[in-house]
């Protein structure tokens, strides 16, 4: 059923009680999860298939979605991750060269509940005033249920805080993004171990194309594993869940820290080094998400317009640099900051080589303001190696 001619009823229930119709769109049935907004005016294909916004309903504040169909080229992963999907003005067929099929249909196909003609714009003030919040889409003969019994089923679901969801979506088997395969000539330059949390397709290829061989590893791995690839650094990647359940991530880290290896995390990596820091996370009430997201270099004042998708933050002070509370770690200081609330946004360490932001550098889909620290971790790597070639010279 396209979705021009699904007329069957769908219904979207937040946790507050507030209560929004339209018809399905996609799958039929119910999707439970927590209830965000997307900002972005394009790219919609990448905010669906990235792991990020596993177990969460997502609301595209761009009033018209699906024209440009989908393709596999721009899939961000192995399949949707988002729980739910909520869209206004639902295209009634895809225009574009690119496209392969329907936005609809591959929904319904992977199986993702969907809700079309709701006012978006009503839903994201109301989520602005109230928060994220739990949620569910309920379509075909579940909308027709009494609303009391769907909004139970609502309240029931587990929260996002304490949920740990980066083994769900992390690969279960370790693979490798050759240079060669971006465009690469001559021999890899470096090497990287690439935690898996939830990363998205681009980000090794972005350091693929810069020479880098990438071993994309499972999110349980352990330091074993990482030594096993010989890396001259170490990544995480964004990814979704609390970052206080992220434990053995953590205790991986610290693990990586104290061997002196350069590490460079996004996203859900850049709250892990917090923690590996000793610093706390917390849950934002409304997160940042979207493709327009202003974030400022604290060292230099330049303001860069970032992709982001997450719903905690690191809780580090912003006075300047200051010894973690790790101490072994030496000194940190908050190296960017959210130019809409003052979030932390980003961590580097000023005695060892390590450095993360809160993120998505890889702009897919977003800006490319960013794509500099890919170039930033291979000169950490860099001075690393020279620094490690120097220290064996002077043995000998």
Same mark, same amino acid.
């Given at each position: ?57 997502? !609301? ?195 693990? !990586? ?85 003052? !979030? !932390? ?52």
């Amino acid at each position: 059923m396209s979705a021009q001619t699904n007329t069957e009823p769908a219904v979207l229930v937040l946790e507050d009680g507030r209560v929004f119709r339209g018809t399905g769109y996609g799958a039929l049935g119910t999707a439970l999860g927590e209830a965000v907004f997307a900002t972005g005016m394009t790219g919609y294909q990448e905010t669906i298939t990235d792991p990020s916004y596993a177990r969460q309903l997502v !609301v595209q504040t761009a009033p018209h979605i699906g024209n440009t169909g989908v393709n596999r080229a721009d899939a961000e992963s192995r399949r949707i991750w988002v729980a739910g999907y909520i869209v206004r003005d639902a295209a009634r067929r895809p225009s574009n060269w690119r496209s392969e099929r329907p936005l609809d249909e591959e929904l319904a196909e992977q199986g993702i509940v969907g809700i079309q003609g709701v006012d978006t714009r009503a839903v994201t003030r109301h989520l602005r005033e109230r928060g994220a919040m739990k949620a569910g889409v309920f379509s075909g003969d579940d909308a027709r249920r009494p609303e009391d019994r769907l909004l139970e089923e609502v309240r029931a679901q587990a929260p996002m805080e304490g949920s740990r969801l980066a083994e769900e979506v992390s690969v279960d088997t370790a693979y490798t993004v050759e240079p060669a395969d971006r465009g690469w000539v001559g021999e890899p330059l470096f090497t990287v171990a690439a935690i898996d949390l939830g990363i998205k397709a681009m980000t090794p290829h972005r350091l693929a194309e810069r020479g880098v061989r990438v071993h994309v590893l499972p999110a349980t791995s352990t330091i074993d594993d990482v030594l096993a690839v010989g890396p001259d650094g170490v990544f995480m990647s964004n990814g979704p869940g609390d970052p206080a359940t992220a434990d053995t991530q953590v205790h991986l880290l610290r693990e !990586v820290l104290d061997r002196g290896v350069p590490f460079f995390g996004i996203c859900f990596g850049n709250q892990i080094l917090g923690r590996a820091l000793g610093f706390g996370t917390y849950k934002l009430r409304y997160g940042h998400r979207g493709i327009n997201q202003p974030v400022m270099d604290r060292a230099t004042g330049k303001v860069e317009i970032t992709s982001q998708n997450h719903g905690f933050a690191v809780d580090a002070p912003r006075g300047g640099a200051e010894t973690a509370p790790e101490a072994r770690f030496g000194r940190v200081e908050v190296s960017h900051v959210s130019l809409n609330d003052d !979030v !932390v946004e980003g961590l580097r360490c000023l005695d060892i080589p390590a450095f993360s932001v809160q993120y998505h550098p890889e702009a897919a889909s977003g800006p490319h303001d960013s794509a500099y620290l890919f170039d930033r971790f291979i000169d950490v790597m860099a001075r690393a190696k020279s620094g490690a070639a120097s220290d064996s010279k002077e043995e000998k």
